[in-house]
């Protein structure tokens, strides 16, 4: 039995991992994959990464792209959904913003520094026309840590998922101005090059489990439903959610991988771009 760390954010999005985890796939194929639930996202994973304190993470694209350019010792060996990620414009329900434009020159909420939550601020200030060298932040770890932030006043937006955010807008904890999807694939499954080049063929196996659930999670009886209760969400919103979202079974292309390195490098939050074979490695 090969012992394979994992981790992911605690969201809808990774329900298949949950499944095949507690349908024993993994186990059947000899691996003993130990899944960690990471609420506070892509930049704690790349750490993560970094530090050998996993061997796989399913985490956003832009935020491992940067960390592999800032010199992660880690590779992308597939896309894990390839439609974009929409992300909520989120402001305490009491605030006095009322629009996205009421926001610039304010101070974002993100997780971390390097989370997507911090580099989709700088895509969604480009995209609005605001210079992006004034962005200025506030570290709050976790959306519970950003609900706080918000309603202290130590920060005045947060940007995060918008569907796993809508059950704190509905309870009128947030009010949502606005919305911002990526412009690339959201999520991509990462390994350590060290795991990469001892477990080639565990790894081989893994892709293969998880990607024979994906491709076939949406025609579940009831998936809609059973979503909806696991992760507190509307059964209408969680259909609306699967409705623009797709798994996908096939690795990072070339024209994605400059698409995301040139919107990086246009931000200045890479200082290079690295050739596809030292961020990319399909196994």
């Given amino acids: 039995m090969k012992t394979i760390k994992i981790v992911g954010v605690p969201e809808h999005f990774n329900l298949p991992w949950y499944q095949a985890i507690e349908n024993q796939l993994f186990e059947a194929a000899g691996i003993d994959l130990q899944w960690t639930d990471i609420p506070e996202g892509t930049g704690k994973m790349c750490?993560?990464?970094?530090e050998g304190e996993t061997d796989i993470a399913i985490?956003?694209?832009?935020?491992?792209v940067r960390d592999i350019e800032?010199?992660?010792?880690?590779t992308i060996v597939q896309v894990y959904v390839k439609t974009p990620l929409i992300w909520g414009i989120h402001v305490s329900a009491n605030s006095l913003y009322e629009t996205v434009a009421d926001l610039q020159h304010t101070k974002a909420a993100i997780s971390r520094m390097g989370s997507g939550s911090h580099l989709m601020?700088?895509?969604?200030a480009q995209q609005q026309g605001w210079d992006t060298k004034s962005l200025q932040f506030h570290i709050v770890n976790t959306i519970d840590g950003a609900v706080e932030s918000l309603d202290r006043g130590t920060s005045d937006y947060f940007m995060w998922e918008r569907f796993m955010t809508q059950?704190?807008?509905?309870r009128g904890v947030f009010r949502r101005v606005g919305e911002c999807p990526t412009p690339w694939p959201c999520f991509v499954i990462a390994v350590r090059n060290e795991v990469l080049l001892s477990e080639k063929e565990t790894l081989q196996k893994l892709?293969?489990?998880i990607n024979s659930v994906t491709i076939g999670f949406k025609n579940q009886p009831n998936i809609a439903s059973l979503l909806a209760q696991r992760f507190h969400q509307k059964t209408e919103d969680i259909q609306q959610w699967l409705s623009f979202t797709g798994w996908s079974q096939a690795a990072l292309t070339v024209e994605q991988l400059i698409n995301i390195q040139n919107q990086l490098l246009e931000l200045q939050l890479i200082d290079k771009?690295?050739?596809?074979d030292t961020i990319v490695s399909v196994i």
Avoid at 167 to 170: A, G, K, M, N, R
Avoid at 273 to 276: D, G, H, L, P
């Fill in 59 to 64: 985490l956003l694209t832009e935020g491992i």
């Fill in 47 to 50: 750490q993560m990464l970094r």
């Fill in 207 to 209: 892709l293969a489990i």
């Fill in 121 to 124: 601020a700088y895509v969604h």
């Fill in 70 to 74: 800032a010199g992660n010792p880690s």
């Fill in 273 to 276: 771009k690295s050739n596809f």
């Fill in 167 to 170: 059950p704190l807008v509905d």
